[in-house]
């Protein structure tokens, strides 16, 4: 079982690293190129593999810890910690899904509606509810990073059924929307880096003190907003700006 749980690691760190280079190249590339496309799929597939090995990890590791009479009781912040990465692998794998469902279907987009996209954005839902119930029942010192954070699935998952439900709400919906989730996929291999990559590269913990929190946050709060722009951008230059009552969605 150690061999195992550090071949876990090893495949989800290298997922990680390569994901994180392939992110990069699809934003600078044309797009619909065919270095966009490939890296792109890279990039997806990383999604899938760093999704899948947190998963298992986190599952593991709870079910080790309450075979062994441990908690959220006897210690809510270690125990909370997979309870929260286990919720960021969903949201990781809600948004790259979502922008290749997208992309997929964006000649028929009526066909990304599936029970299986469904269960994806309410599994977001779920997760962020799970995520905030567990920091107010069972107080730690993660607790804050467990609230800035948890909301952020509700958001990705009431933007996916909002899409399924009206998927040609404006004529380039399909690429916003694209853009918008693959850039949420994008600050969850950021925030990963910054959290343990950079960190043991650095160890700038120590200097940050009472704000341990902010690598957490801070792509986050950068992606957001810059998804935000980069939409507003790009339906100025195709001229498609929303109707008053519409209002732009956007993946968080």
């Known amino acids: 079982m150690t061999e195992f749980r550090e071949l876990l690691r090893l495949a989800h760190i290298g997922f990680g690293f390569v994901g994180l280079a392939a992110f990069w190249i699809p934003v600078f590339t044309r797009k619909g190129s065919v270095g966009h496309v490939r890296f792109g799929t890279v990039f997806l597939w990383c999604v899938y593999g760093i999704a899948a090995s947190a998963m298992i990890a986190t599952s593991h590791e709870m ?10 009781t006897t210690d809510p912040a270690g125990f909370g910690f997979a309870i929260f990465l286990f919720y960021i ?24 509606d599936t029970p299986g996209h469904r269960l994806l954005a309410f599994a977001s839902i779920a997760g962020s509810a799970l995520t905030i119930a567990y920091a107010l029942l069972f107080w730690s010192d993660l607790s804050v990073i ?10 990705i998952g009431l933007g996916m059924l909002g899409y399924m439900r009206d998927p040609a709400v404006s004529k380039m919906a399909w690429w916003y929307e694209h853009m918008g989730a693959m850039l949420g996929a994008g600050v969850a291999f950021h925030t990963a880096f910054i959290v343990f990559g950079a960190r043991r590269l650095f160890d700038y913990s120590s200097a940050l003190g009472g704000f341990a929190w ?36 956007v993946e968080a």
């Open 146 to 155: 467990f609230l800035a954070l948890g909301p952020v699935g509700v958001g």
């Open 214 to 249: 902010v690598p957490w946050v801070l792509p986050a709060a950068l992606g957001v907003p810059a998804s935000i722009i980069w939409t507003r951008h790009y339906r100025r230059k195709f001229g498609d700006l929303p109707a008053p009552d519409a209002g732009a969605r």
């Open 63 to 72: 079910y080790v810890a309450l075979g062994t009479g441990s908690g959220p």
């Open 89 to 112: 692998a969903v949201i990781t794998l809600a948004s790259g899904r979502h922008g290749y469902r997208v992309i997929e279907t964006k000649l028929e987009p009526t066909g990304i």
